[in-house]
């Protein structure tokens, strides 16, 4: 997050303004802010781009902070299981459904 | 203002967000989200969406070293997550529906109501008298114990009314998902007060929680469009930075400073969300 917003200063300037030309293009067909991303699709078509946009380097880092809980959960269900506690694995497993319910939300 | 001045008063405002925060108890996303609106004019979307993505790094940040403490209970905190996360889908949910006007004025009332909760002051040391066992409890295992080294002894607890802390942890990830907020101050009340936890498993375990419970809501915050990287990458920084000092800076400080600290802030962010709720305008 911190490489894409200090990218973005850079990019920018002290005094300019700066988005990036094909962002507004493609978000203006969507009715929506250029320096918005509200997908992995969207990200991936940003960092294909060079040079790399650093809003989607900004985006990129807070997807993997969103995925940080997931990850967690999923180690707890991993140690439930090796533990042989069925039932705590099992609640463990409705948390990863339920997160993988909103991250599908990311994924579209 | 220029991108760079906004960027760099961003972030400072946010290490001021997140020590005001970890002083006060409140985490960085109660008193966040009202001053990006009022004082930034960001949109209270984009506030709320920067909101939990702060709330992740703190919980995340902080979360280890309550587990090596012994203090996060994860039996507890994972089955309380179910209904808390259920709340949280549909508070985020339902975001996309409530008027922002509406938004503010429930934001108002929850803080004023948080703060209220705080001052209450659970209590802070392990239960005299133990409340009979739950036999949910006993099912589920939710108990644990762990070496309080202010008493200089363990601790051993089990949780007690669960189908009231459910029910209450399910109202806590509604307001979550709703506001763009931990919720903190809610599921703490919730262990302490319902469930008759200790306080600092509470507050541990509650910290574990809220990181889940913002993650769930934040994804669908994200596929609407509603965190703004601009917003949302400096403030998760920021909050993080100004946790860590204020942790700090709370070891220096007496009590009374902090409940007058903490009066004046709360009370004045409620007032000022409610009041532009109803359409009055402060600034």
Redesign the interface.
Known sequence: ??L??VG??VR???????VAEARRVESRREG??P?????IADVARAWRRWPVEP?AV??T???L??????A??VA?FVVFLLRGDR??AS??A??IV??L??????N? | M???LF?LTLFATSVGTGALGAMLGLGGGTLLVPILTMFFGIDLHYAMGASL?SV??T??GA?AGFLWLGLSN??VG??L??PT??GA?LG?TLVGIVPGRVLELIFGVAIGWAGLLTLRQPRLAAAAARPEADPLAVR?ALRGSYFDHALGHDVTYTAAWVKRGTGAMFGAGVLSGLLGIGAGAFTVLAMDSFMKLPMKVSTATSNFMI??T???????F????D????I???V??GVLVGAYLGTRILARMTNLMVRRLFLVVVFYLSLSMILRGLGVRLF
């Open positions: 997050m911190t894409g917003i973005f200063a920018g300037g002290l005094k300019a303004e700066y929506r802010a320096d918005v991303y509200t997908s809003l900004v985006s880092g807070i997807m902070l969103l995925t940080t809980p997931f967690g959960v707890v039932r705590y609640i463990a409705v948390l339920a997160l319910v909103s991250l599908a939300f990311i579209r | 220029t991108p760079i960027l993505v992740i790094a919980s995340s979360a994860i039996r994972l089955f997550a179910m996360i259920v889908l985020a589920f990181g889940i913002a993650a769930a809501s934040a994804g669908i994200f596929g609407r469009g965190v703004h990287p601009l949302a990458g400096p998760a920084v």
